[in-house]
């Protein structure tokens, strides 16, 4: 699969197809990689696709001028989609190099299984549905559910839904929701008062990096509502109440685009449970319009179609 | 703060100037009574409401928020309020699933002719906030007495 990625992003550079090639290339720490923007196409040989590829390129699109090839999973490949809905992007100036994926490991339930830093560990491999860590001499083997993303498990559409070149073979779903809910659904268990508190704890963390924001392909405003100061709509100074506001109204102004990605989730330095805020506006665009984010280039967005009879029950 | 037996509820809605706010001025020149709890903020349509708003009106202390615009089909502006219906709804759901009280908001739709329906409304939701008691989502300790929360815009 890697090979075939190299030989075919260096011919699309070659043949000039594109301007730019969006992929992975190995990281500087162990077992991560980094996002590598390129018009060189000597540097595709640097291209990797190994089970660490986080990153959801899609974000960098509407940044990249010109036409550019992006290396892209089944979800970066719904985000994509979803910025050629809304117009963001040019479906003729993109194209899409598929990857069927398996799902991506989650370097931080890794060191939990094995109580290890990531830098004392060996090799992390991934053997169907097993993931085999070697550390210290040993083989340890756990199986997938333990080791990736939680949004990985809930995947339900892992092959890309828009490519142009698929690299490999498609990959059927296997979402295990139940396993993937699991904060979800401690949550729904509470009474309101008790999730405004759990948010509201939480939330207490949040340092206003904005990086939740800014890795989010789904979160392209040239100017950010948080950042406005007449009228200021939200202190820029962390307090929860603020930081609340800020997440609940960015998960609102995402809803419909947001395709259960995780980054939000990943990115947080406090380790705030953003995808639970996330995959919960998920389901509920599903639940109420019967809506999934990024599945057809030619639909319409969420929020700018309506039907004729619908969500009436909210109406007095 | 005041006695709980005194405590009116303070209720902000957002109404659309074509439907909404004329039915609220029918109500009036009907001489008609309705509470004295909200006060009307005309937007030029149900369109315009950005969940931001609601948001900000809890914040600002506010116990509830009301909603208004056109019935489904009579916008001014043809689908303004077809889209405010989306996202009005998945506001509601949203918040109520982040912990905020569902009592507090409300979305109604509500003609240039009815003034009746908009003193009902706004009678029934009123009744229903005090029931709900006062806002102290965004204060800082859930049961202290809020001043923090209406400190600052």
């Avoid at chain 1, 756990?142 to 498609?170: K, M, S, V």
């Avoid at chain 1, 509502?225 to 609340?244: A, G, I, K, S």
Wanted: hydrophobic letters at 35%; one cysteine or more.
């Amino acid at each position: 699969m890697e090979q075939r990625l190299r030989h075919e992003a260096k011919a699309l550079l070659e043949q000039g197809k594109v301007d730019w090639i969006i992929g992975f290339e190995p990281g500087s720490l162990k077992f991560t990689t980094t996002p590598l923007i390129t018009n060189d196409k000597n540097d595709a040989d640097r291209l990797v696709i190994n089970p660490f590829i986080v990153n959801n390129l899609a974000n960098f699109l509407t940044e990249v001028k010109g036409r550019v090839g992006i290396v892209a999973k089944g979800c970066d490949s719904r985000s994509i989609v979803s910025l050629i809905q809304d117009n963001k992007v040019l479906r003729e100036s993109v194209v899409i190099l598929g990857v069927p994926c398996l799902g991506i490991i989650d370097l931080s339930k890794i060191e939990r299984l094995v109580t290890k830093d990531r830098n004392e560990l060996d090799d992390i491999i991934r053997e169907g549905d097993k993931v085999v860590i070697r550390v210290d001499g040993e083989k340890k083997e756990f199986p997938t559910t333990q080791a990736l993303f939680d949004n990985c498990l809930a995947c339900e559409f892992p092959t890309p839904q828009e490519y142009d070149i698929l690299l490999g073979e498609p990959k059927p779903a296997a979402p295990n929701l139940a396993q993937s809910r699991e904060n979800i659904e401690k949550l729904e268990g509470m009474s309101p008062g008790e999730r405004w508190d759990f948010w509201k704890n939480e939330l207490n963390r949040c340092i206003r990096c904005y990086a939740c924001r800014n890795v989010c392909p789904a979160c392209f405003c040239q100017r950010c509502f948080v950042e406005e100061t007449e009228p200021q709509w939200v202190l820029p100074v962390p307090r929860w109440q603020d930081n609340l506001i800020f997440q609940i109204v960015r998960n609102i102004h995402v809803a419909g685009r947001c395709t259960d990605c995780g980054e939000c989730q990943r990115v947080c330095p406090v380790n705030i449970p953003l995808r639970s805020l996330a995959r919960e506006m998920y389901d509920l665009v599903d639940e109420l319009f019967h809506f999934k984010a990024g599945m057809d280039k030619d639909a319409r967005s969420l929020m700018t179609h309506y039907e004729e009879k619908e969500a009436e029950e909210f109406f007095r | 703060m005041k006695q709980e037996s005194e405590w009116e509820p303070k209720l902000v809605g957002f109404l659309c100037k074509w439907c909404s706010y004329a039915g609220a001025d029918l109500a009036g020149t009907s001489r008609r009574k309705y509470p004295a709890n909200i006060r009307i903020i005309k937007v030029p349509c149900s369109g315009r409401i950005e969940p931001l708003f609601l948001l900000k009106a809890l914040r600002l202390g506010f116990d509830g928020v009301l909603v208004s615009g056109c019935h489904p089909g009579e916008c001014h502006y043809q689908t303004g309020n077809y889209r405010a219906r989306r996202r009005i709804a998945i506001t509601k759901k949203f918040l109520e699933w982040v912990g905020i009280e569902p009592q507090r908001i409300q979305a109604s739709w509500v003609s240039a002719s009815e003034g009746g329906k908009f003193v009902d409304i706004v009678t029934e939701v009123t009744t229903g906030l005090k029931i709900v008691g006062p806002n102290q989502l965004f204060s800082q300790e859930r049961d202290g007495d809020g001043t923090e929360a209406t400190a600052r815009g």
